[in-house]
């Protein structure tokens, strides 16, 4: 969410009913100096503040009168679709359950949709193939994207991203070794990612993706040969989207911890999942595992939940309100 403007409690109404028509949900919060209005989808800020800017010059416009009665009709179609909720359920719960804006749908989340379709089109042009074997041939794709080549493994830390090829550190992320590996990280990227989008704004997830993916590819790179018997080898031979996921994870866990009502909890039976996960990963039941980019990831991840959310930026509201910049 982000904060939109502070008005007048009665003026602060009118532009809230006003929105909801559009299909913009926005929630209020009243302080000393006024009401605060927070819009849920930061996608549509830009919407936000254009009807902001209309309504602060012309309050009493013909369009403003009827939005109460046509955004109650909205609340009630929307409550109607609800289902009822058991009477024994925890009121914390319920009370996070309504401060979660209406679910957006997937199409306005691009750049989850794009990272996915990413790995999906690597996976499609990649050799298959054990990447442990000796005669495994990666095939052109693979070679471009690793974090490191094979010829210049021994060239120095991170030889390739040296001379210039620095998007290895991010690609690593796109490689996935198996149709099962592949459709499980999507599924989730596709849980976790559009939720993240949808409160942070694409450039802010982008920012969070692309940090999640250089700090646990670069952990695995590191320290991965340490786990594989190997401590002085840098590993080159890793990939997949994991590392981003469980960092994901851990942002949205931080983020739900410190404030519940932001839109970004994540619930409990998902975060043991993880945890779980991680656990079987080092324990070595299913085989050589990124598990230091798995690891790296999750506290990265939590690390950058602990940041202040930029949702509680003050953004400029009318100047006759008397906000000082």
């Known amino acids: 969410m982000r904060q939109l403007a502070t008005l007048p409690p009665a003026r602060a109404d009118v532009l ?28 549509r800020m830009g919407e936000a503040r254009a009807e902001l800017a209309a309504f602060t010059g012309e309050p009493g ?17 929307r409550e109607a679709e609800v289902p009822e909720v058991d009477e024994d359920e925890d009121e914390d719960e319920d009370e996070d359950e309504s401060a979660r804006p209406a679910p957006q749908p997937l199409s306005r989340r691009p750049l989850t949709l794009a990272l996915a379709a990413a790995a999906v089109i690597v996976f499609v042009q990649m050799k298959s193939g054990d990447t442990q074997a000796k005669d495994y041939d990666p095939g052109p794709v693979y070679t471009a994207l690793q974090i490191n080549t094979a010829k210049t493994r021994d060239d120095g830390v991170l030889a390739d991203v040296r001379t210039g090829q620095g998007w290895r550190l991010f690609s690593p992320a796109l490689l996935h070794f198996g149709l099962d590996h592949l459709v499980l990280n999507v599924f989730v990227l596709i849980y976790l990612g559009a939720s993240v989008e949808g409160r942070l704004g694409r450039l802010r997830f982008a920012l969070l993706a692309l940090a999640l993916a250089a700090f646990s590819n670069v952990a695995e790179y590191a320290l991965g ?21 469980f960092g994901l994870t851990g942002f949205m866990w931080v983020k739900g911890r410190l404030d519940p009502r932001g839109g970004l909890s994540l ?11 991680l656990g079987l990963g080092w324990s070595g039941l299913f085989g050589p595992l990124a598990n230091v980019a798995h690891t790296a990831g999750l506290v990265g991840g939590m690390a950058l939940g602990l940041l202040p959310s930029p949702r509680r930026e003050p953004s ?9 910049p």
């Open 61 to 77: 416009a013909a369009r403003y009168a009827g939005a109460k009665q046509k955004a109650d009709a909205i609340r009630a179609e």
């Open 316 to 324: 400029p509201g009318p100047a006759e309100e008397g906000r000082t």
């Open 225 to 245: 040969g340490w786990h594989r018997g190997e401590p002085w080898k840098p590993l080159i031979e890793f990939g997949g989207l994991s590392g981003v996921l």
């Open 16 to 43: 809230v009913d006003h929105l909801l028509t559009l299909g913009i949900d926005a929630r209020l919060e009243t302080l000393p100096e006024g009401v605060v209005i927070w819009v849920c989808d930061e996608d």
């Open 267 to 277: 619930p409990p039976f998902v975060w043991l999942l993880s945890l779980l996960s």
